[in-house]
């Protein structure tokens, strides 16, 4: 299993306190209201067969407001149990498109490792230029790839690169 735990940005819980951690940074240029309402957070297996934790975070404008938070945002992701190194994170933007219902605008999804005693920093943008094109397996509705700049392109290959905090420039 993994754990989520907010670290700025989505308030209401603690910073992690375990050494082992990946730190994700999630910003937009949707605009948060109008455009992008709410944001699902999926941790699957590698191979993205099995959910192990998912939360879904109401958006808003107006910081502070309860169960409503803004971008840009980060939280931690922890193991839980030794198990799990390798897994699968999928972030869905979700808001009204052209005043019609809340529907999936865009989907990035990225590959990442826990390494021992490291906080591994992983930076995903939810760009206008996804929008629209959510790269899903039509089976499972995970597959390998992800959006980047338009395209759907390797999630193995993007450039959601992670890097410790001493790789920071």
Same mark, same amino acid.
């Given at each position: 299993?993994?754990?989520?735990?907010?670290? *700025?940005?989505?308030?209401?819980?603690?910073?992690?306190?375990?050494?082992?951690s990946?730190?994700?940074?999630?910003? *937009?240029?949707?605009?948060?209201?109008?455009?992008?309402?709410?944001?699902?957070?999926?941790?699957?297996?590698?191979?993205?067969?099995?959910?192990?934790?998912?939360?879904?975070?109401?958006? *808003?404008?107006?910081?502070?407001?309860?169960?409503?938070?803004?971008?840009?945002?980060?939280?931690?992701l922890?193991?839980?149990?030794?198990?799990?190194?390798?897994?699968?994170?999928?972030?869905?933007?979700?808001?009204?498109?052209?005043?019609?219902?809340?529907?999936?605008?865009?989907?990035?999804?990225?590959?990442?490792?826990f390494?021992?005693?490291?906080?591994?920093?992983?930076a995903?943008?939810?760009?206008?230029s996804?929008?629209?094109?959510?790269?899903?397996?039509?089976?499972?509705?995970?597959?390998?790839?992800?959006?980047?700049?338009?395209?759907?392109?390797? *999630?193995?290959?993007?450039?959601?690169?992670?890097?410790?905090?001493?790789?920071?420039?």
């Amino acid at each position: 299993m993994i754990g989520l735990a907010a670290a *700025s940005g989505l308030g209401g819980c603690a910073a992690p306190s375990e050494p082992t951690s990946v730190l994700v940074e999630v910003t *937009s240029d949707l605009v948060v209201g109008s455009e992008l309402t709410d944001l699902r957070v999926q941790i699957f297996d590698r191979e993205g067969a099995n959910e192990l934790a998912a939360r879904s975070i109401a958006l *808003s404008t107006t910081p502070g407001l309860p169960a409503q938070y803004t971008l840009p945002a980060s939280f931690a992701l922890t193991p839980s149990d030794r198990d799990v190194s390798d897994f699968r994170l999928v972030l869905t933007a979700r808001g009204p498109l052209g005043g019609v219902a809340v529907m999936d605008l865009v989907e990035q999804q990225a590959i990442g490792t826990f390494v021992g005693h490291e906080q591994r920093r992983v930076a995903i943008a939810l760009s206008r230029s996804c929008l629209g094109l959510l790269c899903r397996d039509a089976v499972d509705r995970r597959g390998e790839l992800t959006c980047s700049h338009g395209a759907c392109v390797s *999630s193995l290959q993007t450039p959601l690169a992670q890097e410790s905090p001493d790789e920071r420039p």
